[in-house]
């Protein structure tokens, strides 16, 4: 038609990562509040999920899943409609709580091995070090809450809980605190004072 201009405009959207069916039990928090509601995941990628919950979420809205053995995953509400909640998993960095350490953290550049339950050991980079845990950085990023073991030098392997996780670093809390005598000794094998 004269005078009229006609433009095709393609919206570019990026494919949605394969979504797999699954059976996930757990709860959600609301961010800010202290009111959990069970959930059921019924399918999963990596950049989120799609759950069924009596809990009415307001699109943009942010939570926190929580799932049997597989720790805390903050996520942020895309949709919800009639048939169930969509949600995509938060990059954001986690606030971690402000407590007071238990010991001073030393800053070191050593190596440490790791291992996960069913997984090869690997060698990690440690960034600073305590009797009650250390700073590792991760190439694959764990779970906060997931169980690990870390191998000192020179030293049994100790169990451990991972605290926090911040880019691509994480930190471990030690089940059982060094000795202070066994930790001067592995300081003293690293160069350093106590």
Not at 59 to 79: D, Q, S, Y
């Amino acid at each position: 038609m004269p005078g009229t201009e006609q433009t095709d405009q393609v919206v570019d959207h990026p494919p949605r990562e394969e979504r797999r069916p699954v059976a996930l039990s757990g709860w959600l928090v609301r961010t800010g509040s202290d009111q959990a509601y069970d959930f059921q995941i019924d399918d999963l990628s990596y950049g989120g999920c799609r759950l069924r919950s009596t809990a009415k979420l307001a699109r943009g809205e942010k939570v926190h899943l929580n799932v049997l053995r597989r720790g805390t995953i903050p996520a942020i509400v895309r949709w919800h409609n009639g048939e169930g909640i969509g949600l995509s998993f938060s990059t954001e960095a986690p606030e971690k709580a402000e407590k007071p350490r238990k010991g001073d953290r030393l800053p070191v550049k050593a190596e440490l091995v790791i291992r996960h339950a069913g997984r090869r050991p690997r060698v990690l980079d440690v960034s600073d070090l305590s009797r009650f845990g250390c700073c590792l950085a991760f190439d694959e990023l764990p779970r906060v809450d997931e169980w690990v073991w870390v191998a000192l030098p020179g030293l049994a392997p100790v169990e451990a809980r991972i605290r926090w996780v911040e880019s691509r670093r994480a930190g471990v809390e030690f089940v059982h605190p060094i000795h202070q005598a066994v930790f001067d000794l592995l300081l003293l094998r690293w160069g350093l004072a106590a």
